[in-house]
């Protein structure tokens, strides 16, 4: 199915430096005008790039990561996010180091910085996929579907934590430029602390600190939050960003209930399968 509205890439390069908050490492990634319908990819070492999609996902653990052969890249999923939820088409993002920076933990400094790049439409118009029927994955307790709809996408988000201040969180919000950029990019990145050890045994959180993430703790919250309900607005930014692998736009719901990359990944891979253009 096709729209109206034009492709649209940035109108000019723009780069972002920062810790990777698995590696701790310095990350680079810049991005580039890229060609009509060639959709967002990345450019890693020795010349290799990645398309941007779910048939290229490497891990889905604690984060997303794409790859191809040796050369991979972690933590896509905010910078997918941002670029789906600000309506960019078509980007080619250079990468130096193993991950994208994690900036203050949310999408919000991808956001700004996508504004400042500027807006270039590309005179072709902007394919979209339809569903002809629901689809489900996961079970039990962790589940998500993705219904047809008339315009636009909208997301529905469940999170449960017993026990815990977090408790239980919902969140419906329709994407769009606006919505996007005031009620989800900002919802940072969150660690329980007693997973904080155990994580980063595994090489993983290693560069997570107070600058890109907030904690939870038998007594709360450690740090000030942005929104009441932080955990499930961040839970919303990592399903976008990881439905965005499916390559394509969509109209419909999805609905998902205790989410994970796993599931997320798993869905974006029935609807890259499913999508009709």
């Not at 988000?157 to 017993?162: L, Y």
């Not at 839970?235 to 796993?262: I, M, N, W, Y």
Request: glycine share 12%; with cysteine.
């Amino acid at each position: 199915m096709s729209t109206r509205a034009e492709q649209v890439t940035v109108a000019r390069p723009v780069s972002k430096e920062g810790i990777g908050l698995h590696t701790g490492e310095v990350c680079r990634a810049r991005l580039l005008p890229a060609e009509p319908s060639a959709g967002v990819a990345f450019a890693l070492g020795s010349g290799c790039v990645v398309p941007g999609n779910v048939d290229h996902v490497v891990s889905s653990q604690r984060a997303t990561a794409l790859g191809s052969g040796e050369e991979r890249v972690g933590n896509v999923e905010h910078l997918l996010a941002a670029l789906y939820g600000m309506q960019v088409d078509n980007v080619m993002v250079e990468v130096e180091g193993p991950e994208i920076p994690s900036c203050d933990g949310s999408a919000l400094e991808w956001v700004e910085l996508l504004r400042e790049a500027g807006r270039r439409a590309q005179g072709t118009q902007r394919e979209a996929g339809r569903l002809g029927e629901a689809v489900w994955v996961g079970g039990g307790e962790s589940w998500a579907v993705a219904t047809p709809g008339r315009s636009g996408l909208a997301l529905g988000v469940v999170v449960e934590f017993p026990g815990t201040v977090v408790g239980r969180q919902t969140l419906w919000t329709r994407v769009s430029r606006s919505r996007f950029a005031r009620e989800v990019a900002p919802a940072r990145t969150f660690a329980f602390i007693e997973e904080l050890e155990g994580l980063r045994a595994r090489g993983l959180a290693r560069g997570g600190s107070v600058e890109n993430a907030f904690g939870i703790g038998p007594e709360g919250y450690v740090g000030a939050l942005r929104f009441p309900d932080e955990v499930v607005r961040h839970k919303a930014l990592d399903l976008l960003g990881d439905v965005a692998l499916c390559g394509v736009r969509f109209t419909g719901q999805v609905v998902a209930v205790r989410p994970s990359h796993e599931l997320n990944v798993e869905l974006a891979r029935e609807l890259r399968r499913r999508l009709v253009r």
